[in-house]
């Protein structure tokens, strides 16, 4: 059964800081790494989806990048804002994706 | 296509009682999960179908809960006699297949008093 861990649990950063969230996970034989951003309260929104023969994928401001021999992902985010400040899960897996207990992020003004 | 939508959005129910909840996928997806998350934590898988077969089942799915989506369309999940452990937000997601990852709805948070 795939296990997913995400670390740091929790990140307090200045506005415009650049920051990277770590993401692992056990078993490498993956379909798909997900990243999803969560609001308080609310459903999960997807920001970036790596399927198994990629090694990044972004979007904007955010980069996400997979190496599956040591089953890591991570994701880098650009010149933070405010509005930046959510929960970030990341899933791993193939017909049943597992997710981490997510890094809250607070980007301060 | 709005995307996935969850009915309701939020339910009240005295322990004991039956509550069931519907999932709308987007139309042209033939998978749907169904995933449980708890104030702090990540979302925890509970069943998915591919079209109306209900492929994997959680442990976590005891025998008061029970899914079902007639048709390969909407779906729904049933907590039969809730308990208060029952308090959770209930997530569903729908893909077009495994490689294309899931698009969530916003959920249905269900309280137990």
Not at chain 2, 49 to 57: I, S
Request: glycine letters at 8%; aromatic letters at 10%.
């Amino acid at each position: 059964k795939q296990e997913v861990t995400q670390i740091p649990a929790a990140l307090s950063v200045p506005e415009g800081e650049n920051l990277v969230l770590n993401c692992s996970f056990t078993d490498s034989a993956i379909y798909n790494l997900q990243w999803f951003r969560q609001d308080p309260g609310k459903g999960l929104t997807s920001l970036l989806l790596i399927q198994s023969s990629q090694r990044e994928q972004t979007s904007g401001r955010l980069n996400a990048s997979l190496d599956k021999s040591s089953g890591r992902s991570t994701l880098y985010i650009a010149a933070s804002q405010p509005g930046d400040s959510a929960t970030y899960l990341c899933a791993s897996g193939n017909n049943d994706m597992r997710f981490g207990a997510g890094t809250r992020l607070t980007v301060k003004p | 296509d709005t995307g996935v939508s969850q009915d309701p959005r939020h339910k009240i129910t005295k322990r004991g009682q039956n509550v069931t909840f519907r999932c709308d996928p987007i139309s042209e997806h033939n998978r749907l999960y169904w995933y449980r998350q708890t104030l702090g934590q990540g979302p925890e898988f509970l069943t998915y179908f591919q079209n109306e077969a209900q492929l994997e089942k959680s442990r976590l799915l005891s025998d008061r809960f029970s899914a079902e989506r007639p048709k390969g369309s909407f779906s729904t999940l049933e907590i039969q006699r809730t308990e208060q452990g029952d308090s959770a937000m209930y997530l569903c997601a729908s893909s077009f297949s495994s490689l294309y990852g899931y698009t969530f709805g916003s959920g249905t948070r269900l309280t137990v008093v």
